[in-house]
């Protein structure tokens, strides 16, 4: 891809894309979380309508239009109904704190640049060259998902993970077919809804959603 | 460094003309800081529903506490008169060598990242040694809490231009500000969104607005700054309002002009410096009202919360950097 105004988009929304991970570590407002990743969707959906006008690619539209209303739109909505269940419900208390997870964010995004550098290396261009900020992601979204409490949280850690994938994709095969990506979105979603009903039985049940209280076997 | 400064065309100012612009820089920054934190009251008070001050009420504050008697606090030493002039003298130094207006200010060779931060940090320093000065206890409880947000945000502050550093392949601020003026292209990439809202929330925190300090609050448990000029009446006062208001304009200048470099000048010649002036009067206008309008809608960080806000922007910063680094 030649350096113009549509490589800045693009490196602009993989920037995007990081940003938003970082953020979802500091946050601990569970509607913000869902702020960013909505972003997230969005800053993919973007990237891949880009991508797809620039090399006239029909599929890949489609895909952004399928990433844009499955990860910019109807995820992000499922989950503010789940939080919106159970208003004022923040991430209190992650197994590591802020300040000390946001340290960790840093050091993986280094070791994420350390260990795709070979990878970019084989075939230098400027979009393989944003690909360790896919991986970065996708580490974070690992990180939130280990250390955080709320079931909500834990979807967003999953969702974040997904987002990464699908930077990463788009930037080094520029897209995946049409058919893997619409299995991956359904996936995603099907998680989500599976979630959503998870958390209303342990709200109704337990009267709350920290996974980290369920220890015990009930009859 | 020599090399983004050569490309900026053979038309080359004179030594005077270059220290004309120098002076316009600091009567703008002087000028502009009480008016920058006029405007930020009124967008409050309007947002709130108030009429508010009028803008120039900072301006007519200054006039009034210059006329006032000069009174130290008992038993302070020298320190006491010396840091608000310190605070003032440095916040000027570096208002002559950043590019605010031109990207050829005077002795712009050494208008480095590490000396603009360090001029600003010598000024925060001088504030904090006068506020212990006097020996009461809220101004050491200011300077205090003051250093330690410092210490988290300076760092942060030098990483997030670093990362800008990286991109332009110099430290040297006018440099910077050239050769993303000669890069249009550079503005939207990602290590620079990733610095900017590292360095959005480093300059909140260092000109102390709303999530980090109220500056218009004198409850003790809360104060930063207020706690620290508690001691000071009079001209000091004056000095030091004046001091931080500089602080305020030139972190917002430098902020805007590090991320929009539209409408700097590289010439530095006549009627094209009085244009450069209104864009930066209208780029500064724009962040203050931004910054007012983010202040209305939050609540004051508990002070135990602070370093964790801070250190969200210190670790995009060093994101941004590694960014930069890999990217370029």
Same mark, same amino acid.
């Given at each position: 891809m030649r350096p113009g105004g549509a490589l800045d988009v693009?490196?602009?929304?993989?920037?995007?894309?990081?940003?938003?991970?970082v953020l979802a570590l500091w946050r601990k407002d569970l509607r913000?979380?869902?702020?960013? &990743?909505?972003?997230?969707?969005?800053?993919?959906?973007?990237?891949?309508?880009?991508?797809a006008a620039h090399d006239g690619d029909v599929g890949l539209g489609v895909v952004a239009g399928v990433v844009l209303v499955a990860k910019g739109l109807v995820i992000p909505g499922?989950?503010?109904?789940?939080?919106?269940?159970?208003?004022?419900?923040?991430?209190?208390?992650?197994?590591?704190?802020?300040?000390?997870? &946001?340290?960790?964010?840093?050091?993986?995004?280094?070791?994420?640049?350390?260990?795709?550098?070979?990878?970019?290396?084989?075939?230098?261009?400027?979009?393989?060259?944003?690909?360790?900020?896919?991986?970065?992601?996708?580490?974070?979204?690992?990180?939130?998902?280990?250390?955080?409490r709320k079931a909500v949280s834990q979807i967003v850690g999953l969702l974040l993970i997904d987002n990464g994938l699908a930077l990463t994709a788009f930037l080094l095969t520029a897209g995946v077919p049409l058919l893997v990506e619409l299995g991956a979105s359904l996936d995603v979603l099907l998680v989500v809804v599976v979630l959503q009903v998870l958390a209303t039985t342990m709200r109704a049940r337990f009267g709350h959603v920290d996974l980290d209280q369920l220890r015990e076997l009930h009859d | 460094m020599t090399g983004a400064l050569a490309t900026l065309g053979a038309a080359s100012p004179s030594l005077w003309a270059r220290i004309g612009t120098s002076?316009? $820089?600091?009567?703008?920054?002087?000028?502009?800081?009480?008016?920058l934190l006029g405007l930020?009251?009124?967008?409050?008070?309007?947002?709130?529903?108030?009429?508010?001050?009028?803008?120039? $009420?900072? &301006?007519?504050?200054?006039?009034?506490?210059?006329?006032?008697?000069?009174?130290?606090?008992?038993?302070t030493s020298a320190v006491a008169a010396l840091a608000p002039l310190v605070l003032v003298a440095s916040a000027a130094v570096a208002a002559a060598v950043t590019p605010l207006l031109t990207t050829r200010p005077v002795v712009a060779g050494g208008a480095d990242v590490f000396v603009v931060v360090y001029l600003l940090l010598m000024g925060s320093v001088a504030l904090a040694l006068g506020g212990l000065d006097a020996g009461t206890a809220f101004g050491g409880m200011g300077a205090s809490r003051a250093m330690t947000i410092g210490a988290i945000s300076e760092?942060?502050?030098?990483?997030?231009?670093?990362?800008?550093?990286?991109?332009?392949?110099?430290?040297?601020?006018?440099?910077?500000?050239?050769?993303?003026?000669?890069?249009?292209?550079?503005?939207?990439?990602?290590?620079?969104?990733?610095?900017?809202?590292?360095?959005?929330?480093?300059?909140? %925190?260092?000109?102390?607005?709303?999530?980090?300090?109220?500056?218009?609050?004198?409850?003790?448990?809360?104060?930063?700054?207020?706690?620290?000029?508690?001691?000071?009446?009079?001209?000091?006062? %004056?000095?030091?309002?004046?001091?931080?208001?500089?602080?305020?304009a030139l972190l917002l200048g430098l902020l805007a002009n590090l991320f929009f470099p539209w409408g700097?000048?590289?010439?530095?010649?006549?009627?094209?410096?009085?244009?450069?002036?209104?864009?930066?009067?209208?780029?500064?206008?724009?962040?203050?009202?931004?910054? %007012?309008?983010?202040?209305?809608?939050?609540?004051?960080?508990?002070?135990?919360?602070?370093?964790?806000?801070?250190?969200?922007?210190?670790?995009? %910063?060093?994101?941004?950097?590694?960014?930069?680094?890999?990217?370029?």
């Open positions: 693009v490196q602009l929304a993989a920037g995007v894309v990081l940003a938003g991970a913000a979380l869902i702020s960013v &990743l909505s972003l997230q969707g969005a800053a993919l959906a973007t990237l891949a309508g880009v991508l499922l989950l503010a109904r789940v939080v919106r269940a159970d208003p004022g419900s923040r991430e209190t208390a992650p197994l590591v704190n802020v300040p000390a997870s &946001l340290v960790t964010a840093a050091v993986l995004v280094v070791l994420s640049y350390l260990v795709a550098g070979r990878l970019t290396a084989l075939f230098p261009d400027p979009l393989t060259r944003l690909a360790p900020l896919g991986l970065a992601t996708v580490l974070v979204g690992f990180f939130v998902l280990v250390t955080r | 002076v316009l $820089q600091v009567v703008a920054v002087v000028v502009g800081g009480p008016l930020m009251a009124k967008i409050r008070a309007r947002a709130e529903g108030r009429m508010g001050p009028p803008i120039t $009420q900072g &301006l007519s504050d200054l006039r009034k506490l210059v006329r006032k008697e000069a009174i130290r606090a008992e038993h760092p942060a502050l030098l990483v997030g231009i670093l990362a800008l550093a990286v991109q332009a392949r110099t430290s040297n601020l006018p440099g910077i500000v050239a050769a993303s003026l000669a890069h249009p292209g550079w503005l939207a990439s990602p290590q620079r969104l990733l610095a900017l809202v590292a360095l959005v929330v480093v300059v909140i %925190a260092e000109t102390g607005r709303i999530p980090v300090d109220n500056p218009s609050t004198h409850l003790e448990l809360t104060m930063i700054h207020e706690a620290m000029v508690l001691e000071q009446a009079g001209p000091d006062l %004056a000095l030091v309002t004046l001091g931080e208001s500089m602080r305020l700097v000048d590289a010439s530095g010649s006549g009627l094209v410096l009085l244009a450069a002036l209104a864009v930066l009067a209208a780029k500064t206008a724009a962040l203050a009202g931004m910054i %007012a309008l983010v202040e209305v809608s939050t609540a004051k960080l508990r002070l135990f919360r602070v370093p964790e806000l801070l250190a969200g922007g210190f670790v995009l %910063a060093v994101v941004a950097v590694t960014t930069g680094l890999v990217t370029r």
